[in-house]
């Protein structure tokens, strides 16, 4: 990879250690990557907030980090593993937890970001004009604006994207640029679907596709089915891509998702007949999941514990459109700052089973939380589990 | 050696899967561990090895995992992939791991249990 005399220099420690440790950071994802150079981006989003995921290690070193870097471009950052306002609800919660997600949050801060510890910045912040190189460490954040929001950038790891915000720059990489050439078709054979066959169609593309698919035999998901796409993709794999096509490409590979695939997909995440406990937000609801959310509940409560994850800018809204108060009065618990996914707030002593309709909060839940999972769409949670 | 990633030289006991790795979840951050039931190298330490593997997946939050496992003093001493992702080789210089890419065949070569030497000045691996 080509560097600036001026990059070089920074590589090389003259402006100081941070800067040097972002440029090394930068320099490996670039030769990860086949970039030849380095391109300005005009907007980060960070990953690695949560201390459930990151650790006394992390925690260090962002206090550490934080003493000297500041953020050069505008920078997001992902949820946390709690909502502070709301910790007296969860006892089995420890002061120690409390003690280093705050930590974790002021380093952040005092870098510079804008404390939205959200996983869907889209939902938050208008995006900025189409091809815009931009740095999102979120997998469906990143698939996402590079696949509906028209924005280019790598599906990042954790710290590329923080060197990415300190410098203001990120590696030239095949995604970033004008073609991207995908050779692969995924043939949608599903009829109707909806929000949870659109999470499993994501799992199944990110684990056969490389960096970009194309799909076909889609016409226009609603905004639920469609962040459902970017959450179950970018948990299987490294698909960073996505793009809806009418017509199949000849020379691309065609890949079918039909009965068995999506049978296949359910059966993994699928491991509960029924849930102790439900969670809504992964990723977080926008303003518009929450308006029909509250739109199906009306005259409705739910019969367990309902958890229900969205950024704490959205709920600000919400609350003042009024859809909070009735997703409140039907019982849903309105919880920000984190998500389902590796949160700390389900008690695993009490929990042994959670129903959702995302097939990335499915993952995770079994994978790292380690509770069993029930996946039913919201439609058939609303119709099962309220009365 | 097709691609350094990350420069340096270290020494150790190949361990390899052929499984990609997704290091959040499947690798205790602490003890190195591998916790996940599905990868042929379940309940094997990567702590100290030159760990072998096609290419990293999952969360980007990983490149902590590995930057944790380096500070727990449980870390490769070296990672040889077949193909770069970001997590890993995000992970691996801010932890200073050196790194490299290469190509199938000499993938296929390396051998579960041999003791071998990555150097990227030399650009070899050496037995």
Redesign the interface.
């Known amino acids: 990879m080509e560097l600036t005399a001026e990059e070089k220099a920074a590589l090389n420690g003259e402006h100081g250690k941070t800067l040097q440790?972002a440029y090394?950071?930068l320099?490996?994802?670039g030769?990860?990557?086949n970039a030849e150079k380095l391109v300005p981006i005009k907007w980060a989003h960070l990953?690695?907030v949560?201390y459930n995921?990151?650790?006394?290690?992390?925690e260090?070193?962002l206090r550490e980090l934080s003493k000297d870097a500041r953020v050069k471009v505008k920078a997001t950052v992902n949820p946390m593993g709690i909502d502070f306002d709301h910790i007296s609800d969860f006892y089995h919660i420890d002061d120690e937890f409390v003690q280093k997600q705050a930590s974790i949050r002021d380093s952040y801060i005092r870098m510079g970001v804008e404390p939205t510890f959200s996983c869907t910045p889209y939902e938050i912040f208008d995006l900025p004009e189409k091809n815009t190189q931009v740095s999102f460490?979120?997998?469906n954040a990143a698939i996402f604006a590079n696949s509906l929001g028209g924005l280019k950038t790598?599906?990042?790891?954790?710290?590329?994207?923080l060197?990415s915000a300190i410098t203001g720059k990120s590696p030239y990489s095949d995604l970033r640029k004008e073609n991207v050439t995908t050779p692969m078709t995924i043939r949608m054979k599903m009829d109707n679907p909806n929000e949870l066959d659109f999470g499993m169609l994501g799992f199944f593309a990110g684990k056969v596709g490389d960096t970009s698919v194309n799909i076909s035999g889609v016409s226009k998901p609603n905004r639920r089915s469609c962040k459902a796409l970017c959450g179950g993709m970018g948990?299987?794999?490294?698909c960073a891509k996505f793009q809806f096509v009418d017509n199949e490409d000849e020379k691309s590979e065609k890949v079918d998702f039909g009965k068995e695939e999506m049978n296949e997909v359910f059966d993994e995440l699928n491991t509960a007949e029924k849930g102790d406990i439900i969670t809504l937000g992964s990723p977080q609801l926008g303003l518009e999941e929450l308006s029909d959310l509250s739109k199906m509940l009306k005259g409705k409560s739910f019969e367990k514990r309902c958890m229900v994850f969205c950024s704490r800018a959205v709920q600000k809204q919400a609350r003042s459109l009024d859809y909070i108060n009735e997703i409140e009065r039907a019982g849903g618990e309105i919880l920000s700052d984190c998500c389902t996914c590796l949160t700390p707030l389900i008690d695993t002593n009490e929990t042994d089973a959670v129903t959702t309709n995302s097939i990335k909060g499915a993952y995770?839940l079994k994978?790292?939380t380690g509770v069993d999972v029930n996946l039913k769409p919201l439609s058939k949670i609303i119709e099962d589990e309220t009365k | 050696m097709s691609?350094?990633?990350?420069e340096g030289k270290a020494q150790g006991i190949v361990l390899k899967t052929t499984s990609p790795i997704n290091f959040?979840?499947a690798v205790d951050?602490?003890t190195g561990v591998i916790q996940?039931k599905k990868y042929d190298i379940f309940k094997k330490s990567i702590k100290g090895t030159v760990l072998v593997f096609p290419?990293g997946?999952?969360?980007?939050?990983?490149?902590?995992?590995i930057?944790?496992l380096k500070?727990?003093q449980s870390a490769p001493t070296a990672m040889i992939c077949q193909k770069?992702?970001?997590?890993?080789?995000?992970?691996?210089?801010?932890a200073n791991i050196p790194?490299i890419?290469v190509s199938s065949e000499e993938f296929d070569s390396i051998q579960d249990g041999n003791q071998i030497t990555v150097d990227t000045k030399s650009e070899k691996i050496f037995n």
């Open positions: 440790t090394r950071i320099v490996a994802t030769e990860a990557t990953s690695g949560n995921t990151i650790g006394d290690s992390g260090q070193f460490a979120e997998s790598n599906k990042e790891s954790a710290f590329s994207a060197a948990t299987s794999g490294t995770y994978n790292s | 691609k350094i990633i990350v959040l979840g951050k602490k996940d290419h997946i999952g969360s980007s939050v990983g490149a902590y995992t930057y944790s500070s727990n770069a992702d970001l997590t890993v080789a995000s992970g691996c210089a801010l790194m890419v």
